[in-house]
């Protein structure tokens, strides 16, 4: 009987102990090595994902704030370089008692604000600001299309260059006092929303803007001492006054589509131009929307 008892418990021990042993073998079959090892990679290049998220959140950043700029008054080369990187820049941008030979600005598309090179009116102070710059040469504003506020170009005895070939829209724009300048483009700009002033730049032979259609303030252009061309043949409108003056060299003057001047038509003292064209501009005026002002066409070429 007690042998019949251990023979029992053998067999149960025994069994037993093989279903242990099936059980641990199929639980270590079941767990894959490789996915194991697919596991950890997988969620190191999730980390590595994390990381590369977040440095390119940082880059964007440090890239949108080259970007995006603020106004300043440009004094140094550290403050120039600065802003070279800028494609919109909100508040004014003042270029004046430096010592710059050029200022090129090669991303720059918008200034919500003024853009002044040299001295400068004070609006608030009701003056003029500063001594311009003596020695800068050029200027060069190849990606510019808008000017929110003033643009200014006044006082630069040594410029000779002034560029913004894809300018479109200004407020006032002023070109002034820049005895060696020879040549402006602005050939893409289409309206100036304030004045057009362009005066006393002495050696400057021919004015063209292909595409400016109108001229909400006064337009004037006096005392160009070498000018002999003026040509606007896209200008439609002129919403306050029309002023061309003192000139001693200018024979020729092109406003084909002008039909609307607000106020006054002034062309006077202009010793090369005859009087004949500036009457036909006048007719041409009048026989469309008409001059709102007095007319005064005086001391010009007889002929």
Known sequence: ???????????????????????????TEDKDPVSDVDEANDNDIEDEKIDDDTDNGETEDEEEEELLCEGIDV?????????????????????????????????????????????????????????????????????????????????????????APELVSVDEFWVENNALLESFDAGKLENVTGDLGIWDNASITEIETSSLAGVDGFLWVRRNAMLEKLSMDSLVSVGVDFK???????????????????????????????????????DQVEAKDGIGGSVMITDNLED
Request: net charge negative; proline share 3%; aromatic share 10%.
């Open 75 to 163: 004094k140094s080369e550290e403050d120039i370089e600065s802003i070279k990187k800028c494609v919109e820049i909100t508040g004014s941008v003042i270029f004046e008692s430096t010592d710059f030979t050029q200022i090129e600005l090669p991303l720059l598309e918008k200034v919500k604000g003024s853009l002044v090179f040299g001295s400068y009116w004070d609006k608030v102070a009701d003056k003029m600001v500063g001594e311009g710059n003596p020695s800068l040469e050029s200027i060069s504003l190849p990606e510019l299309k808008e000017v929110t506020g003033d643009f200014s170009v006044y006082n630069n005895p040594a410029v000779t260059v002034f560029s």
């Open 1 to 27: 009987m007690k042998s019949l008892f251990t023979i029992i418990f053998s067999f149960i021990f025994a069994f037993v102990l093989v279903s242990c042993g099936d059980k641990e073998k199929t639980e």
């Open 244 to 282: 061309i003056t003192s000139h001693d060299t200018l024979n020729t003057i092109e406003f084909s589509e002008l039909g609307k001047i607000g106020k006054d038509f002034y062309v006077r003292k202009n010793s090369k131009l005859p009087t004949s064209m500036v009457e036909a501009l006048k």
